[in-house]
């Protein structure tokens, strides 16, 4: 049975032995990446600096709450506004998996100039389990490279050190429990490294990431307001994804072509498989209803995908 005291000790003492000096870790405020940046901050305190970066791929509002929080937790955190670099880099780019190691490497890139200013030897990663089970290497298939592994560049110029390789997403929440987090930290659903980029299909413009934004605050505000008021219970991870595709529609008497979200919402313990949501007809009627009110330039179609994890993954890219 894993013991996350156990395992929390263990890791402060064998982080303090490795760590010789200044190290950044790359932040994003999810569960993973915040459970680490606690560990290591137990560990080497103020030599540590937290780098959130801005892709222009985050959700709502969520640079700012996430400073915020990190702060509030005794992180030393700086924000780092690279969003449009990574739109130029991302253009005219439509393959997954180039996406993932195009994201992957630029992460690292800007990574690596605070680093040299901060004479940073070490870089901490959020990585677990499943993101190197699921990249790839030996006899395993690459279902999809995740940017902090499949993703990262052979040329790095800092030691990467990942506290939480071993463990899967069910233990992490447990660690992060243990550590102190606020609940909605600890059980804060996953969110994707490459962000919205990943819930674009096809070329992921600064256009498209403002929609899905929207959709993706859209889908959670329902939900969470739906479980809230205990019309359903809080699915593992929900979102939306916009389809590169088109449909014909109307909007009052004049006809509309407009882009199609999907709205995904899974049951799981630790991502590696998932079953759909059965979510209430009444809160996917909301959700649909408010995003193509709120996006009708955009969107004039919604529907729900009920394809479990195998054979399809989670995330659509």
Not at 38 to 55: C, E, F, P, S
Request: aromatic letters at 6%; a neutral charge; one cysteine or more.
């Amino acid at each position: 049975m894993f013991k996350p005291e156990k395992f929390i000790d263990e890791k402060v003492a064998e982080l303090k032995g490795q760590i010789k000096g200044n190290a950044v870790i790359g932040i994003s405020g999810g569960v993973d990446s915040t459970t680490a940046a606690i560990l290591v901050n137990k560990a080497i305190g103020k030599n540590l600096k937290g780098i959130l970066v801005d892709t222009g791929y985050m959700r709502k509002n969520e640079i700012g709450y996430n400073e915020k929080m990190l702060k509030s937790l005794g992180v030393n955190t700086r924000v780092i506004d690279a969003s449009e670099r990574f739109y130029a880099k991302l253009k005219d780019v439509i393959e997954p998996e180039q996406k993932r190691k195009i994201i992957g490497e630029l992460f690292i890139r800007v990574f690596e100039e605070v680093a040299e200013k901060e004479k940073a030897e070490y870089f901490i990663q959020g990585t677990i389990a499943p993101d190197w089970i699921e990249s790839g290497g030996g006899l395993r298939d690459t279902i999809k490279s995740h940017h902090n592994v499949g993703g990262l560049p052979k040329d790095i110029k800092f030691e990467i050190v990942e506290p939480l390789r071993d463990l899967y997403k069910d233990e992490v929440r447990l660690v992060g429990q243990k550590l102190g987090l606020p609940e909605e930290v600890y059980q804060r659903q996953p969110f994707p490294g490459p962000g919205l980029a990943v819930r674009i299909l096809g070329e992921p413009t600064k256009e498209k990431a403002e929609i899905i934004r929207e959709a993706c605050a859209i889908v959670e505000e329902e939900i969470e307001k739906a479980s809230k008021n205990k019309e359903m219970v809080r699915p593992w991870q929900y979102f939306a994804v916009l389809l590169p595709s088109k449909t014909v529609g109307v909007h009052g008497d004049v006809r509309a072509y407009g882009n199609i979200v999907v709205v995904r919402a899974v049951e799981s313990k630790d991502g590696m498989s998932a079953s759909y949501s059965k979510m209430p007809h009444s809160v996917l009627e909301r959700i649909s209803v408010r995003i193509t009110n709120t996006l009708k330039q955009h969107i004039n179609r919604v529907v729900f995908d009920i394809t479990n994890k195998p054979p399809g993954t989670i995330e659509y890219e």
